[in-house]
């Protein structure tokens, strides 16, 4: 079966500008989760989606911002970029959002320079 | 606020010998916990997991211990390997209506298994 998808993989963009992620879940999980990887840093929490409902959002500025479609697609905008954002981004799909396993897709490397 | 803690930020062991990965949380709402691994760019990777209704569960190499009195688990890794070299994140979520519907990672140990 196929496992989640992230797409672009890699991206570079420049401070100011808005960026849009892709995350395709496995067939069948309803519950996308989206996290932020930085250097030295674990996993950050950003937000959670089931059934096209935002169930759960860490402690992460408006500029961040997500969407979920009826066939479980999400999506992770980040407007205004800063160079802070620089990040390995990974969205986690599961059945149900928590207690079960969840997984992940490769990540988008976003670069803002 | 960390909830879930990985004291160690490196771990190193002889190719063979056993690895264990130690984390910590302090909600007492969890109720299930994950170990993932993860290799540098990509996403991690499940390895295990455990209900708070066990206090073990083994898979392959792979055990993981979970004492709920000390709010504390670890994942033991028997006999290591080279290709174990990787990031170990372990997780907890909370379930039910009252879950918080995320799972929450600890900051990651760096185990490096020497050949």
């Known amino acids: 079966k196929a496992g989640v998808t992230q797409t672009p993989r890699y991206l570079i963009k420049t401070r100011g500008q808005q960026v849009t992620l892709s995350c395709s879940p496995i067939s069948g999980h309803r519950s996308v989760s989206w996290y932020q990887q930085t250097p030295g840093q674990g996993l950050q929490f950003l937000f959670e989606?089931?059934?096209?409902?935002?169930?759960n959002k860490g402690n992460f500025p408006g500029r961040f911002s997500g969407r979920q479609f009826s066939n479980s697609r999400s999506e992770m905008n980040v407007s205004t970029l800063e160079l802070g954002d620089s990040a390995l981004y990974l969205c986690a799909s599961s059945r149900t959002g928590s207690n079960t396993e969840a997984f992940f897709g490769q990540g988008t490397r976003l670069t803002v320079v | 606020d960390q909830q879930v803690k990985q004291n160690s930020p490196s771990l190193s062991v002889q190719e063979g010998r056993i690895s264990i990965l130690n984390c910590d949380y302090t909600n007492s709402m969890f109720d299930y916990f994950l170990w993932y691994k993860k290799y540098p760019a990509e996403g991690p990777t499940f390895l295990i997991s455990i209900s708070s209704i066990k206090d073990k569960n083994e898979d392959g190499r792979f055990t993981v211990f979970l004492n709920k009195s000390a709010k504390h688990l670890s994942l033991h890794i028997v006999p290591s390997q080279p290709g174990d070299s990787a990031v170990y994140f372990c997780a907890a979520s909370e379930s039910g209506n009252s879950g918080t519907y995320k799972y929450i990672f600890g900051t990651g140990t760096r185990l490096k298994v020497l050949a």
């Open positions: 989606y089931f059934s096209e409902t935002q169930r």
